[in-house]
């Protein structure tokens, strides 16, 4: 068990929805990364948060958001929901210091089905 | 497009044999590897991460890198069922300051047969 906790485990929503998502990071860590997992695939990374703002972002549209609160936990907030959004949403935990980010460690996972 | 290509596989080997998973990165200026280990329907699991040319031993594990090649391996010792899942590589981007991007290949199946 690596500590970073999500929720919920699945999820199902139809097109056009909104979807929220949780990850509470491990004792320790200051940065919260978002994955998002499509069947068969490796997982892609979405964006990092870091001291509650954005650190970095993959090739995902604007319809991805995120938060990160003072605790370090994350939200991660898809609009309008299309159904290519199906996959295993993962949030990492990590250290950011000395001005280099440490080793990921995973949660276990949204599932989110788009129906 | 940075890259980070794996053989899907599956890869199939008999219990107690030496599995080796092979995987080749894009970006020469890459300085941090990681092998993850995912079951099916789970989160991946970190096994191993490696900055250096040459081995790292951890256990039944050995993680092999080669930055002039641009290649890194995970060599798994007396392999056992357990050890059957999806082993993903992932590159640290280059380039991406101090997010920590990791690039993942699809992963190579593993199954070790009793």
């Known amino acids: 068990e690596t500590g970073v906790t999500q929720s919920p485990t699945h999820l199902i929503k139809t097109r056009g929805q909104q979807v929220t998502l949780r990850c509470s990071s491990q004792s320790g860590h200051n940065t919260v990364s978002w994955y998002q997992q499509a069947l068969g695939q490796g997982p892609q990374f979405i964006f990092q948060y870091y001291r509650e703002e954005e650190n970095g972002r993959g090739n995902f549209p604007p319809r991805f958001s995120g938060l990160q609160f003072p605790n370090y936990s994350s939200e991660l907030n898809v609009n309008a929901l299309e159904l290519d959004d199906s996959a295993l949403y993962l949030c990492?935990?990590?250290?950011?210091?000395?001005?280099?980010?440490?080793?990921?460690?995973f949660g276990p996972g949204t599932r989110l089905t788009v129906l | 497009q940075k890259e980070v290509e794996q053989n899907s596989g599956p890869l199939s080997v008999p219990e107690g044999a030496i599995a080796s998973l092979n995987c080749t990165y894009s970006d020469r200026g890459s300085q941090s590897f990681f092998w993850y280990r995912q079951y099916s329907g789970k989160s991946p699991e970190l096994i191993m991460f490696i900055y250096s040319n040459g081995d790292k031993e951890d256990g039944r594990f050995t993680a092999q890198l080669n930055k002039a090649s641009q290649y890194v391996s995970l060599l798994i010792r007396d392999s056992q069922p357990s050890d059957s899942a999806t082993y993903l590589c992932a590159v640290n981007e280059v380039g991406s300051g101090n997010t920590g991007k990791l690039i993942f290949g699809q992963g190579t199946t593993l199954q070790v047969k009793p």
């Open positions: 990492a935990s990590s250290r950011l210091k000395g001005g280099s980010t440490d080793t990921q460690y």
